[in-house]
C-alpha cells in the first residue's frame, strides 16, 4: 500500500492535509477512502512552494480541479457514513441455508438405518386404502426431496453468483444455476461438478417410486384357512441411494460455499448489486437513468419514458430457452402417450412377454389414479431393478431439468415486481426474509408445489408396482398408463402456459424495466437506502434527472428527456 501526504500552501498561512491512495490500490483497501480531510494551522514553510511543485509533477498525486476533489471528499464521506448498512449481507439467510441443510444430512443418515424392506405402516385393509396410504407416502417423500434440494440448491445459486461475480460475468441476479459453470474444471462451481450435481437431482427424485412398497405377510393356519396382511413397506437399497445422493450434492454445494468469497446471502438483486458497486466490481453508466435492460446493447444515453417495458422474454435470454424447453417437454409427454397406445393396441392381438391391461381409453375409463379399467402396458422386471432405475430415470430427467430452470422464470418476475414496489406507496425494501421470497411470491409459490406435485404424477404414469415378502423384495412390475400420462401431459401443458403467460407479459408504467439485471439497477438507483422510492427528481435544460430517494418522489414527466444527475447542462444529442 502506497499513501502519500500532500501539503497545500493556501491563504492565511494555513494548509489543506488530505490522503491520497494511488488508483491501483484502491479496489484492495476502500477504507481508506473514510477518512476525512480537515484544515491543520500550521506555519508557512519556505520551501512550500516547491514541494507542490513537485507534487503537481506526479501523476498519481495531480488534482485537475477541487470539484474533482470536494467529489472524492464527498465520495468518502458518503462511504464511511454508510458502510454497515449499504446494503444487508443477510446472514439470516446463510443460516436458514445451513439449518436446512442439516435437515439434509439428516434425513440422509436416517436412510442408513433402513435395510431389505422395513415396514412402516401394518395391518392395512385389503382396500382401497392401502394405496392411498401408498401414494400419500410416495407424495410426502416428493415432498421432503423437493424441501432438501431447494435449500441446497440456495447455497449453490449463491456461491455460484459469487463465483461469477468476482470473475466479471455476472449479469443477472438469476442464473440456470446447473447449466452455468464458474472457469476452471475442478472448481466446486465448475461445469464438471454442476453435471454431476444434475444427475444425483435427477437420482433424487427416481429414487422415490422405488421406496414405497406394499409388504404382504401371508400366515398359513391349520388348513384350510389362510391369512393375509398388507401394509406400507420402505426399501433399503432405494432409500440408501437417495440418501446418498443429497449427501453428494451437500458435498458439493459446501465446498463452492468456502471457495469463495460471498458479499450477500441475500436472494434481492437491490443488496447484490449495492454490494458490487460498494466493493467496486460495478460502475453505474452516466446518463442512462431511463434506460431498461434492453436497452443496454444500443448506444443510446439520454431517453423519454416509455409507457410499456419490455418482457422477461425480451430481456432474458435464457428465459426464451427454457421456454421452449418446457413446450419440448410437452410435446414429448404427448408422443409418450401416443406411443404407449399404439404399443398397446399392437400387443393386445399378440403374445409378448410384455403384457396389456384394460381396455380402449375412454370418457367412462378415464381417471386421475391408476386402476385395472384404464389401458396400460405391464412388463415383469423381477431381479432387475437397476434397469427400470435408468429407464425411469432417463424419462423423468428432462421433467426434473425442465423444472429446475422453471426457476430463472420464477425468480426473474420476482425480482421485476419488488423492483417496480419503487413507485409504489410503501417503497421498495432492500432487505427481505429469504423464506418470504418463496412464500409471498405467487409465481414461486406454484414452482415450488408443483416440483414434487408433477414428480408425483409422473410416478402414477411410470407406475412401479411392488410389493415385498419377509422383508424382501418379492417381484417388480412397471406399468405405463395412457390416462395418467395425458394427466401429465395436461399438467405441463398448464405449466408451459402459465410460464410463457408471465415471461411474454410486458409491464406498464414509466419505470424502466430491469429484471434483476446488476448494470442496470446500478445505472437506475442513485442513492442506497433502505427502503426508497423512484421517480423524477431534478428538473434541467435539456435534461433531468430520475433516481431513487428516501420518500416518494413525483412521476417522471413523459415530454421530458432524462439523463441523470447533473447532465442538466449538456449539449443535447442530435
Known amino acids: 500500500m502506497v499513501v502519500r501526504f500532500n501539503l497545500r500552501a493556501i491563504v492565511s498561512k494555513r494548509i489543506r492535509f488530505s490522503i491520497r491512495v494511488i488508483p491501483r490500490y484502491a479496489s484492495s483497501y476502500p477504507s481508506l477512502f473514510s477518512f476525512e480531510t480537515g484544515l491543520l494551522s500550521l506555519p508557512l514553510m519556505a520551501a512550500s512552494s516547491k514541494q507542490t511543485d513537485v507534487e503537481s509533477s506526479h501523476p498519481y498525486d495531480a488534482l485537475p480541479n477541487h470539484h474533482d476533489f470536494d467529489w472524492m471528499i464527498s465520495d468518502a464521506m458518503f462511504t464511511a457514513n454508510t458502510r454497515t448498512d449499504f446494503y444487508d449481507r443477510s446472514l439470516t439467510g446463510r443460516r436458514y441455508a445451513l439449518v436446512e441443510v442439516a435437515c439434509s444430512s439428516i434425513v440422509t443418515l436416517a436412510n442408513h438405518g433402513f435395510s431389505g424392506a422395513t415396514v412402516v405402516i401394518s395391518d392395512i385393509p385389503y382396500t382401497t386404502s392401502r394405496w392411498a396410504a401408498h401414494e400419500i407416502l410416495t407424495l410426502t417423500l416428493d415432498l421432503i426431496v ?11 445459486s449463491i456461491s455460484l453468483r459469487s463465483a461469477l461475480a468476482s470473475e466479471f460475468r455476472l449479469r443477472f441476479n438469476t442464473n440456470l444455476r446447473l447449466l452455468t459453470a464458474a472457469r476452471g474444471w475442478y472448481n466446486p462451481n465448475g461445469a464438471l461438478l454442476n453435471c454431476i450435481s444434475a444427475v444425483l437431482l435427477i437420482i ?37 441411494i437417495l440418501g446418498v445422493a443429497l449427501l453428494l450434492q451437500v458435498m458439493i454445494a459446501l465446498p463452492g460455499m468456502r471457495a469463495i468469497k460471498i458479499l450477500t446471502w441475500s436472494s434481492s438483486p437491490f443488496d447484490l448489486t449495492a454490494a458490487l458497486v460498494h466493493h467496486m466490481q460495478v460502475t453505474p453508466a452516466t446518463l442512462r437513468c431511463m434506460r431498461c435492460v434492453s436497452d443496454l446493447d444500443t448506444c443510446g444515453g439520454p431517453a423519454k419514458p416509455s409507457e410499456i417495458q419490455p418482457s422477461a422474454w425480451q430481456a432474458h435470454p435464457s428465459i ?26 399392437k400387443l393386445n392381438s399378440s403374445t409378448s412377454p410384455v403384457t396389456v391391461q384394460g381396455g380402449a381409453l375412454t370418457l367412462q375409463t378415464w381417471s386421475f389414479f391408476p386402476n385395472w379399467e384404464s389401458s396400460a402396458i405391464i412388463y415383469n422386471s423381477s431381479g432387475n431393478m437397476l434397469s427400470s432405475w435408468v429407464n425411469m430415470a432417463a424419462i423423468q430427467g428432462p421433467l426434473t431439468l425442465g423444472l429446475h430452470c422453471s426457476e430463472i422464470i420464477a425468480n426473474v418476475i420476482r ?158 444529442l442530435s
Open 146 to 156: 423437493t424441501l432438501c434440494t431447494e435449500s441446497i440448491g440456495f447455497i449453490h
Open 204 to 240: 433424487s427424485y427416481s429414487s422415490v417410486a422405488f421406496v414405497v412398497v406394499i409388504d404382504t405377510e401371508v400366515e398359513v393356519e391349520p388348513l384350510p384357512m389362510v391369512q393375509v396382511s398388507q401394509g406400507i413397506a420402505f426399501l433399503g437399497t432405494p432409500l440408501l
Open 320 to 345: 426464451r430457452k427454457v421456454i421452449i424447453f418446457l413446450w419440448v417437454i410437452v410435446a414429448a409427454c404427448a408422443g409418450w402417450a401416443a406411443l404407449v397406445i399404439f404399443i398397446w393396441d
Open 415 to 572: 425480482d421485476e415486481r419488488q423492483w417496480r414496489c419503487a413507485t409504489g406507496n410503501k417503497g421498495l425494501t432492500m432487505a427481505t426474509n429469504p423464506m418470504k421470497t418463496i412464500f409471498a411470491h405467487p409465481i414461486c409459490l406454484v414452482l415450488f408445489v408443483a416440483k414434487p406435485f408433477l414428480h408425483w404424477m409422473f410416478g402414477l404414469a411410470f407406475n412401479l408396482d411392488s410389493a415385498s415378502e419377509a422383508g424382501q423384495l418379492a417381484y417388480l412390475t412397471v406399468s405405463m398408463h395412457v390416462a395418467q400420462i395425458w394427466n401429465l401431459c395436461i399438467a405441463l401443458f398448464t405449466l408451459a402456459c402459465f410460464f410463457t403467460f408471465v415471461a411474454l407479459r410486458r409491464p406498464r408504467g414509466l419505470q424502466p424495466a430491469a429484471y434483476g439485471h446488476i448494470q442496470t439497477l446500478a445505472n437506475l438507483v442513485d442513492e442506497w437506502l433502505p427502503v426508497m422510492w423512484w421517480g423524477h427528481k431534478e428538473d434541467g435544460i435539456p435534461y433531468c434527472h430520475a433516481g431513487t430517494s428516501d420518500h416518494p418522489l413525483l412521476d417522471v414527466k413523459m415530454n421530458c428527456v432524462y439523463a441523470g444527475s447533473g447532465a442538466g447542462s449538456l449539449v443535447p
